[in-house]
């Protein structure tokens, strides 16, 4: 294959080198197959631009046969007939061999994303093996309720009234480049704890970690058809999966223009529909910060950490106007001694971003500042000639209405904007279509308290950032999605429930 050379020069685990040459086929009904047109797709290195290797193009016909394979498994296949117990030790088993494989699957995530191997290693594999093994726990307790009815139009009835809570069906799961392998579990985890069967879209940017998660779940014992795996682009395989009429539901990570295109095309079978989308989230730091250096590195890290290709990234910076230089300057001075380059270089901070589009895309906001009058503090372009690298960017004298301060960017690009009234500052921070996160810096516990109660967004921090758990629900006011990942909350997008009634 073309890709050899490139591979060599990689310097990769003999166990990925060995991988990445076998990553061209599909997982349907338990096989690795070729994808019926026989056509394949480059995923690139994102730090060069030069092709990894080539995976199977899904399209329209593979997305059909993993639908069948999945819809068989669910009907008659052995996932349906075991019990809890042994589903739940099937997703532990899962977790445990991620764990077994951790740096391997680091280095892999570093390679295909652009994220540093640091990044991969300690955050993005942790939390997604964790997904595993905290909804394994999650099988055996999946329970109704019963329900004391009255039956006013049955006097003298006698019932006795329960609800059964059941698996959803076939799901479909299109997931984005950003935290492939975290968000592949966030998806699989919940739909495998409640008896579901899937067919998972890796997005096309980084198909490799989901390909070697199958392998992963073969091996835990994932009976064949429960979980398939159709690489290939959105426009194709995504949308005939969101539009199939045999999925009973389908969950999707990724932009919110393309959250809205999965509602239409989920309206053909009204299949139930869960949506994590994009964010612009505010934070805010007051000048009673219990730490203002603290203060300053954790705004820095909630707009640059993953090179700010995170949905819940800290781009709107609000910072009480008697400290908002000092403030801006501590972020600025960090974000220059980022020390931007491949990823698995070990003195790496930054790596690129994931693709030549979302370059684009990032300094096409990076123009529109310009033109829109912005002061560009530090960084405001594309950093290098080769590869997709940005510099981490600070911008002040923005206005709420420029797109910059209204868009998701998706980049290490933060809008700094100063307040002098709390009232004020609600009200700027809600200014925004989305609500997936929002985070405040103060000292002062009753207002840290007021202000959380008056965002609106599914996550709040408290002198904190970025802080995640299994147990925690995820997810977005407003246009950044509709239901909750994570938690006992994301089972309820998983299951159907009920009603059983027995005259007595
Ligand atoms: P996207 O929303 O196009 O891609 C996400 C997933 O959806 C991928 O698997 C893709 O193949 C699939 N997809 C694309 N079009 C589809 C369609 N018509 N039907 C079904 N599936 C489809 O995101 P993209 O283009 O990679 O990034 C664009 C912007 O989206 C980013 O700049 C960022 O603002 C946002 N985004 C947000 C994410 C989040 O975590 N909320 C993650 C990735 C992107
Ligand atoms: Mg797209």
Redesign the pocket.
């Known amino acids: 294959m073309t890709a050899a050379p490139v591979l060599e020069k990689l310097n990769l685990s003999a166990a990925n080198t060995a991988f990445i040459k076998r990553a061209s086929k599909l997982l349907i009904n338990g096989e690795w197959v070729h994808s019926a047109s026989g056509k394949t797709f480059p995923t690139y290195n994102p730090a060069t631009g030069e092709v990894i290797t080539r995976c199977a193009e899904g399209d329209k016909e593979d997305i059909k046969r993993a639908v069948a394979a999945a819809r068989e498994a669910f009907e008659k296949g052995p996932w349906k007939t075991m019990t809890a117990a042994e589903r739940g030790r099937i997703i532990w088993k899962i977790g445990d061999l991620m764990l077994e494989h951790i740096d391997d699957l680091a280095e892999l995530e570093a390679l295909d994303n652009g994220k540093t191997r640091s990044v991969a290693r300690h955050v993005d594999l942790p939390l997604a093996l964790d997904a595993f093994h905290y909804m394994a726990g999650w099988a055996t307790k999946i329970c109704g309720q019963t329900f004391p009815i009255s039956v006013p139009y049955v006097p003298g009835g006698n019932f006795h009234a329960f609800s059964l809570r059941e698996p959803v069906g076939v799901v479909g799961q ?5 935290f492939p392998l975290l968000m592949a579990a966030w998806k699989l985890g919940p739909a495998l704890a409640a008896g579901c069967t899937v067919v998972l ?5 980084t198909p490799l970690t989901a390909l070697r998660l199958g392998e992963l779940m073969i091996e835990a014992g994932v009976p064949p058809g429960v979980v398939n795996i159709v690489t290939g ?3 194709t395989a ?2 005939s ?2 539009a199939h009429d045999d999925v009973d539901k389908v969950a ?4 919110t ?2 959250g809205k ?2 509602v239409q ?1 989920a309206a053909g079978n009204l299949k139930k529909v869960s949506l ?4 612009k989230s505010p934070n805010v730091i007051f000048k009673d910060a219990p730490d203002l250096a603290g203060a300053i590195t954790g705004a820095a890290n909630a707009v640059f950490f993953n090179h700010g290709q ?2 819940v990234a800290g781009t709107r910076l609000y910072a009480e106007k008697s400290v908002f230089d000092q403030v801006v300057d501590g972020i600025s001075e960090q974000a220059q001694k980022i020390k931007l380059g491949f990823g698995l270089d070990p003195d790496t901070d930054m790596g690129p971003l994931v693709s030549e ?2 370059l684009a ?1 990032v300094t096409g906001y990076l123009d529109a500042g310009r033109r829109d009058g912005v002061e560009f503090v530090t960084g405001g372009k594309r950093f290098g000639d080769r590869g997709y690298f940005v510099e981490p960017t600070v911008m002040t004298k923005t206005k709420n209405t420029m797109s910059v301060v209204q868009e ?1 960017i ?1 980049g290490p690009v933060l809008v700094a904007q100063p307040f002098s009234d709390e009232e004020e500052l609600i009200n700027m921070a809600n200014d925004t279509t989305y609500g997936l996160a929002a985070a405040v810096w103060t000292k002062d516990i009753s207002r840290a308290h007021r202000i959380a109660k008056a965002y609106r967004a599914g996550t709040v921090w408290v002198n904190c950032y970025n802080i995640f758990d299994s147990a925690l629900p995820f997810g977005g006011y407003k246009q950044s999605g509709w239901g909750r990942e994570m938690s006992g909350e994301a089972l309820e997008l998983y299951t159907e429930s009920k009603a059983v009634i027995v005259a007595l």
């Open positions: 299109i997931i984005p480049w950003n879209k890796p997005a096309e940017q682009y959105g426009e995504g949308a999966l969101a999707f990570t990724g932009s223009e393309v295109l999965i095309a994590e989308l994009g964010g995170c949905c589009e979302q895309r998701e998706f």
